[in-house]
């Protein structure tokens, strides 16, 4: 028996597709099949599986299961829940590897899957193999059985171990995903008053989108924190991996800056450690962290590569612009948004200053969003190389960790390929307008030098 999956569904971090077109049942088993596979060459057992709220969940579920028992391999079904929650299954559970089924914060006809294999992300080459497998029908025949196992209460008594926060009245949105009811149970955990918002899942999104990081979804949580006078409010993406704040005015607190806030308390218990942060980061997060005494790391950006380097450098706290938050300190060095809202409850108690004050008194940079724009597959990479020989041969200050990110007097700019999709992504920072409008047309003239312009913007 053997396998096809669509070509554009094995990608860098994760396995994801539009249901019915691109991902399916079949689709499902045979990740089962493969991933079960590799479990029992690796003289492994068993694996957790979980899946977000999506309508299209529990039939992938079903099908992935059966997948890993043909394999041989014992599911332990934690049910519906974050992605964080099965990462933790993951981790303190007697198995050998973990799946949550999980289209992030795609719309929702999406679907995919996100693994870990033995507590180390499954991504880029680990993934393709199971396309290999499939299509040469290279799996492992066996049988095995499944078990529920109900996780949610022990997870969110984890998420309050050790909290030494004070109460706020706080706002969460968990935008019909899958962090509602782990939000709805850990709000009761946690002194202060608390407001929720769209707990109950709903995998058609009917309020808006579960994507924190785009401001027009979170509209709702900053008329609730204007209309209740609240400290501050969290907004969670659909599978509960990424985490948006705002402060008691509204105002958006970005990835870099959330990292900026958590780092302090992580220094001052280990004074030197590398601190981790993606190339979209600020320059400001990069000073701050320096400042603290910390080590700042500028690394690529994607979840499971951020999590490869924690391990290597033993950073105890990582983070992205996307509001991916890795804590290892006092915890599993995984993305979780839950625990970051925990932490930064915390980070904000022993700061002795309000979440507003905090934002306030961040340095003013002017900067652009993620701006990304299609580019062929086939000319990504290449124009990113073409760039980065070009600000060579000028003599610029170039950091090619992840594409080019270039400093100047004025501020920085980044290009760089995306690894999911046929995207080239820009963005720059100054500290005037001025200076960003200049760092923009540096953009646009690399742009034009590989006969490119910065088109229509592409979607996520």
Known sequence: MTHQFHPTSLREYDIRGIIGETLGEDDAYAIGRGFGTLVARARGRSAAVGYDGRLSSPVLEEALVRGLNDSGIHAVRIGMGPTPMLYYAE????????????????????????????????????????????????????????????????????????????????????????????????????????????????????????????????????????????????????????????????????????????????????????????????????????????????????????????KETGSPLAGEMSGHIFFAHEYYGFDDAQYAAVRLIRAVTASGKSMTQLRGEMPDMVNTPELRFQVDESRKFAVIDEVKARLKAEGATVDDTDGARVTTSEGWWLLRASNTQDVLVARAEAKTQAGLDHLMTQIDAQLAASGLERGAQAAH
């Open 91 to 310: 981790a303190v559970l007697d198995v050998d590897g973990g799946i949550q089924i999980t289209g992030s914060h795609n719309p929702a006809n999406y679907n995919g899957f996100k693994m870990v294999f033995q507590h180390r992300p499954f991504f880029g080459a680990d993934i393709q193999k199971l396309g290999t497998m499939a299509a040469s029908g290279d799996w492992d025949d066996g049988s095995a059985g499944s078990e529920q196992l109900d996780i949610l209460d022990r997870y969110v008594a984890r998420l309050v171990e050790g909290f030494d926060g004070k109460g706020y009245r706080i706002g969460w949105d968990a935008g019909n995903g899958a962090a509602g009811p782990v939000v709805d149970k850990l709000v009761k955990l946690l002194p202060g008053e608390h407001f929720t918002l769209f707990t109950d899942v709903d995998g058609n999104f009917p309020n808006h989108h579960p994507d924190p990081t785009e401001e027009k979804n979170l509209a709702d949580l900053r008329a609730l924190v204007a209309e209740k006078s609240l400290d501050f409010g969290f907004a969670f993406d659909g599978d509960g991996d990424r985490i948006g704040a705002i402060d008691g005015e509204g105002r958006i607190i970005w990835g870099d800056q959330l990292l900026a806030i958590l780092a302090e308390p992580v220094l001052k218990d280990q004074p030197g450690a590398t601190i981790i942060a993606d190339v979209k980061a600020s320059q400001a997060l990069f000073d701050r962290v320096a400042e603290l005494g910390g080590k700042p790391l500028m690394w690529k950006t994607g979840h499971s590569l951020v999590k490869s380097k924690m």
